[in-house]
């Protein structure tokens, strides 16, 4: 099994989210989810120290899964 990069798994949980509609994944809505800034595979961001959307992927991704729970 190939192992997931911190953005991939949180591109597969948006896959899920979306039931595997890759154009649905542009358009989501859901614009207070802790993984919409990074659901297009790359970390916004990254040009300015402290830009809003900056935080840890894997932090996204663990509020993400405990929202869900």
């Known amino acids: 099994m190939k192992k997931l990069t911190p953005l991939r798994a ?3 949980k948006c896959r899920e989210c979306c039931c ?3 154009s649905e994944i ?3 809505p859901i614009t207070d989810c ?3 800034p ?3 595979g790359h970390r916004p961001g990254t040009l300015e120290e402290g830009s809003a959307g900056s935080e840890d992927p894997e932090e996204a ?3 993400a899964e405990n929202a869900v729970d």
Do not use: T, V
């Open 38 to 40: 990074y659901r297009m």
């Open 26 to 28: 542009r358009c989501c």
């Open 20 to 22: 595997n509609q890759m």
């Open 10 to 12: 949180i591109r597969a």
């Open 61 to 63: 991704l663990g509020a």
């Open 34 to 36: 802790a993984l919409y």
